[in-house]
């Protein structure tokens, strides 16, 4: 198996801009997890679905962030404006019966 | 709110002694805890869980202890290899919906 595939591996943008991230699951898994980390405030979920289905978003940090999960292969995570301080690295996750997750490579994420 | 505190400072160690990593959490009783490792440039990687009724957990060289008196789950790695150098992540948790992770902790094993 692949893992969690993620991409781009590396965004540079500027402010204002819109940004997506991609996500694609382990094949089978059921949950997904969206985090952020920064070395400020470590890492943080933003977002959790379980067959697909946004089951807390309570960790989006404002309306600019959103993030969609169309089928059980993929998900995307969607930045729009973005702004300097979402600077990050994001990374998706995803997990299966046993309570353990498996973490993609990560998107580092510059906004200038 | 739910708290979780690791040490911030690097634990440096020499190559074959028990490196022992600590986790203390506050205001929430996790139905079970994971410990999860990072290396720079990647994501973590899952490690080992023990659940609230669980004293013990070992894997290999690894060993977790779980005290819910204590609020305090501790990481153990035995004959420590250079290799095993990286940031350690603890991660509580109550709800599966509802992961709140520690900042880790860097160790380092000098050869």
């Known amino acids: 198996d692949a893992g969690v595939i993620q991409s781009p591996r590396h965004e540079v943008t500027e402010m204002g801009q819109e940004v997506t991230l991609r996500c694609k699951p382990i094949?089978?898994?059921?949950?997904l997890f969206w985090y952020r980390q920064t070395m400020m405030r470590g890492l943080e979920l933003l977002i959790y679905?379980?067959?697909?289905?946004?089951?807390?978003d309570s960790g989006m940090p404002e309306d600019r962030f959103s993030a969609k999960m169309p089928n059980a292969s993929f998900s995307t995570l969607k930045i729009q404006p973005s702004e300097p301080r979402d600077s990050a690295v994001y990374f998706c996750?995803?997990?299966?019966?046993?309570?353990?997750?498996?973490f993609g490579p990560g998107t580092r994420l510059t906004v200038l | 709110s739910q708290k979780i505190e690791q040490n911030s400072e690097a634990l440096n160690i020499q190559e074959g002694k028990t490196a022992t990593l600590t986790c203390n959490y506050t205001n929430y009783s996790p139905a079970y805890l994971q410990w999860y490792r990072q290396d720079p440039g990647r994501g973590p990687v899952f490690l080992l869980l023990i659940r609230e009724n669980e004293k013990e957990k070992r894997k290999e060289r690894l060993k977790v202890t779980f005290d819910t008196t204590l609020k305090q789950s501790l990481f153990h790695i035995t004959a420590s290899q250079p290799a095993d150098s990286a940031t350690y992540l603890c991660?509580?948790?109550?709800?599966?919906?509802?992961?709140?992770f520690g900042s880790g902790t860097k160790l380092n094993v000098k050869p």
């Open positions: 094949s089978g898994h059921n949950s």
């Open positions: 679905f379980n067959n697909n289905v946004p089951i807390d």
């Open positions: 996750a995803s997990g299966g019966a046993a309570d353990e997750q498996f």
């Open positions: 991660a509580p948790v109550r709800n599966f919906n509802k992961f709140y």
